[in-house]
């Protein structure tokens, strides 16, 4: 079982809709990160979180260390947000674990 | 424009060859960082530095060399020994190691024939 899971695997969408996006973990971390990997193969960090909520645009990102859980969430989701999004966390001896991504076609 | 450049976008190499990628940034940063990504995998951690003239193996380092004399540049050297070099390749840096955000470089797509 790998130690940061993804759900889904892949997700479709039509413009507008609200998009949620999982991940759960099972070791202990310092930090949880949200990554976009655009189609061209470049990676941009979106959230680092330790606790609570971080929004940012259109983008919300949660975080519940109890439960060892995250969802990352779109609201009026847009063509233009088709990517891979990556949980990554950085366990507690500072190694980062990446997920193998959610893959989101948004379509007009 | 600060960031991180990786070069080529695209490499292909015969079977047998080493091939060196590059990795350079303008960030001011410490740490830098090589990622293999494969099909259906997360990023996986081939080797790190977290100073000029330092690096450490991450977890998966065998048939890989890199090196750290400028601070700006961490080139990675994909040798023969690699049993399965075909892979996208990341290279990351942060300010400093294991708290920081990492920010990635476009990527390399190394395929070998």
């Known amino acids: 079982k790998n130690e940061v899971e993804q759900s889904p695997q892949n997700l479709t969408a039509q413009e507008g809709e609200f998009i949620t996006i999982n991940c759960s973990y099972s070791?202990?971390?310092?930090?949880l990160h949200w990554l976009q990997q655009h189609p061209g193969g470049g990676i941009v960090s979106l959230f680092m979180l330790s606790s609570g909520k971080k929004k940012h645009g259109r983008l919300i990102a949660t975080i519940n260390i109890q439960e060892k859980h995250s969802s990352l969430h779109i609201t009026a989701s847009h063509p233009r947000d088709s990517a891979v999004y990556i949980c990554a966390v950085r366990s507690n001896t500072d190694k980062l674990i990446f997920g193998t991504g959610t893959r989101l076609q948004v379509f007009p | 424009d600060g960031g991180i450049t990786q070069s080529p976008k695209y490499l292909f190499r015969k079977e047998g060859q080493n091939v060196t990628l590059s990795c350079e940034q303008n960030l001011n940063h410490d740490a830098m960082y090589w990622y293999r990504q494969d099909p259906g995998q997360g990023l996986r951690l081939i080797y790190y530095s977290q100073i000029v003239n330092d690096f450490q193996k991450g977890d998966i380092a065998e048939g890989y060399s890199v090196s750290r004399e400028k601070k700006e540049s961490f080139p990675l050297t994909v040798t023969s020994a690699q049993k399965n070099p075909t892979a996208f390749y990341l290279c990351?840096?942060?300010?400093?190691?294991?708290?920081?955000?990492?920010?990635f470089g476009p990527g390399t797509r190394l395929t070998v024939l």
């Open positions: 070791v202990g971390i310092s930090a």
């Open positions: 990351a840096s942060s300010g400093g190691f294991g708290t920081d955000t990492q920010y």
